[in-house]
């Protein structure tokens, strides 16, 4: 029969505290010398218990979960004494750091417990009629068996809360996610909804506006599937095919894709002697026309958008994205490339995670400056095709 | 009083949203002007009086309880329904406080803000009539 990971586990830590048959059979006698002592020993700890809020708390069930309680005690202590100290003993303390988990309790509770715990049998170890080499090598044994019992409830503790902290942490991903996505699907709704009520109740609809609700109703479908889109390429972003693809042309051909408002000005500067980028070139464009979307968005009143390529050493290009808008607040720069994480009253916030997810897989990076007020910079460096190219 | 004596302003920065209200509520004989940013808006609101304003939440430059609040320093008597396809977010439980009569969500329901327009709270030019 193979043993468990966690069974595993203790059999190690026991290594490390050179745990050895002399142990148990020093423990099994302390056990039996010590039965007369125990009932005010657990009287004790679940006294002290009792005077701590952070304890008193999590016992909700009053006098009789404390009675229920202290028969559990003495069930733990008598295994710690007299074992055996096998798979289902490591099992029933890795449930008790669970346990504390699901209740509440702090587990630094749980240290001062057993160390009170602890001090309480050593000073019955110290009144046995025993010589003094007997009682230190009883103490040693009982520590190392208290240890053994305190780390593995602590590693229970730590797996389940960590388990707990994730579980938390999605809920709290997916509310958010769900927020966006209702947000920004409910906006083409609004307008699909209000045109067919038009088209419905209007009593003067004239040919040319029902017409119009009609192509309004299209086009809102249109921008809730991109909405779908968008979500499903960047949950499957499928894998780059790189090979070696002219930056300048890509630029040029998002810019002249990117529907310019007349009140930005672009300066775009692409040396004819710029190296062909090693990249995927369909890929790149999602980049570049999210960075230039991003650049004229953050002038609403127009501006210079400056677009800047060239070469850096021999290995890389290095393309800027430079606006003089709104600029990007420090608490929220840090934030820009989290998914679902906006600055803009519309969208879902994964234009730029969805670059850097892009610029991840093609070993390229992002580089990003900003003042409030002034304007951001948006700098990508990708890999230069010249060894490559020629090698392919 | 019929409709024709009552004025819309409707903020949304989508423009498509704007025109189907203004189409709306055209046609039911409202006189509708529409903007897409809070600036605009309070530009309007300086030349001409509304009665109701229907403002998204969600504006590029301040939300639609903000822009209601100043609108009201303009027009103290304007009503204000303030529509969002995000019902859940924080800033909504101001909107009782900064005065606005009610929250929307969109989707719209035209049915069920028509009947909100007619009352509980009918414009007071319509109550003195009610009354007399």
Not at chain 1, 225 to 242: G, K, N, Q, W
Not at chain 1, 274 to 301: K, S
Request: glycine residues 6%; negative net charge.
């Amino acid at each position: 029969m193979s043993s468990s990971p966690t069974y595993l586990r203790f059999l190690d830590l026991r290594r490390y505290v050179d745990w050895c048959d002399d142990d148990a059979q020093r423990l099994r006698v302390l056990g039996d010398a010590l039965a007369p002592s125990l009932p005010a020993l657990i009287d004790d700890f679940y006294a002290e218990i009792q005077r701590h809020e952070g304890t008193l708390r999590v016992i909700t069930g009053g006098a009789a979960q404390i009675e229920r309680l202290k028969a559990s005690l003495r069930v733990w202590i008598q295994e710690l004494f007299h074992g055996p100290h096998d798979e289902a003993y490591v099992q029933r303390r890795w449930r008790v750091g669970q346990r504390h988990v699901e209740i509440g309790l702090e587990q630094v509770f749980t240290s001062m417990a057993l160390a009170r715990m602890r001090a309480n049998i050593n000073q019955a170890i110290t009144g046995l009629d025993c010589p003094i080499n007997e009682r230190i090598a009883m103490m040693t044994s009982l520590n190392k068996a208290l240890d053994l019992d305190l780390a593995l409830i602590e590693d229970a503790y730590q797996a389940a809360y960590h388990e707990r902290q994730q579980r938390i942490e999605r809920l709290a991903t997916m509310g958010h996610i769900a927020g966006g996505i209702a947000h920004e699907l409910r906006n083409p709704l609004n307008v699909v909804r209000t045109s067919s009520y038009y088209l419905l109740n209007a009593r003067n609809a004239t040919p040319e506006k029902t017409r119009e609700h009609l192509q309004r109703i299209d086009q809102q479908v249109g921008i809730a599937d991109s909405v779908i889109t968008a979500l499903s390429s960047f949950a499957r972003l499928p894998l780059p095919e790189m090979k070696p693809f002219d930056v300048a042309e890509c630029v040029r051909e998002t810019l002249e894709n990117a529907a310019l408002p007349p009140t930005v000005t672009v300066d775009v500067s692409l040396p004819a002697d710029l190296p062909l980028a090693h990249g995927d070139r369909h890929q790149l464009t999602i980049v570049f026309a999210n960075l230039i979307r991003n650049a004229v968005e953050a002038m609403p009143n127009g501006g210079l958008l400056r677009v800047v390529a060239q070469s850096s050493g021999q290995q890389h290009i290095e393309v800027g994205v430079e606006d003089c808008g709104v600029g990007i607040a420090a608490d929220q720069l840090q934030r820009i490339l989290e998914p679902f994480f906006s600055t803009k009253p519309r969208g879902l916030g994964l234009g730029l995670s969805l670059v850097k997810a892009i610029l991840d897989r093609q070993q390229g990076l992002l580089h990003v400056t900003s003042t409030p007020g002034q304007g951001s910079k948006f700098c990508i460096r990708l890999l230069a095709a010249t060894e490559r190219g020629k090698a392919t | 009083m019929t409709n024709a004596a009552r004025a819309i302003l409707v903020v949304d920065d989508e423009l498509e949203a704007c025109h189907n209200l203004a189409d709306i509520f055209s046609d039911l004989g409202y006189r509708v002007e529409i903007a897409t940013s809070a600036e605009s808006a309070l530009a309007l609101a300086q030349h001409a009086p509304f009665d109701i304003a229907l403002l998204d939440l969600m504006l590029p430059t301040a939300d639609g309880i903000a822009l209601f609040e100043s609108l009201k320093t303009l027009q103290p008597n304007i009503k204000g329904y303030v529509l969002t396809a995000y019902p859940q977010h924080t800033r909504v439980v101001s909107a009782q406080a900064a005065g606005v009569t009610n929250v929307l969500a969109k989707p719209i329901d035209i049915g069920k803000l028509l009947v909100i327009l007619a009352g509980p709270n009918p414009p007071s030019h319509e109550s003195s009539s009610c009354a007399s």
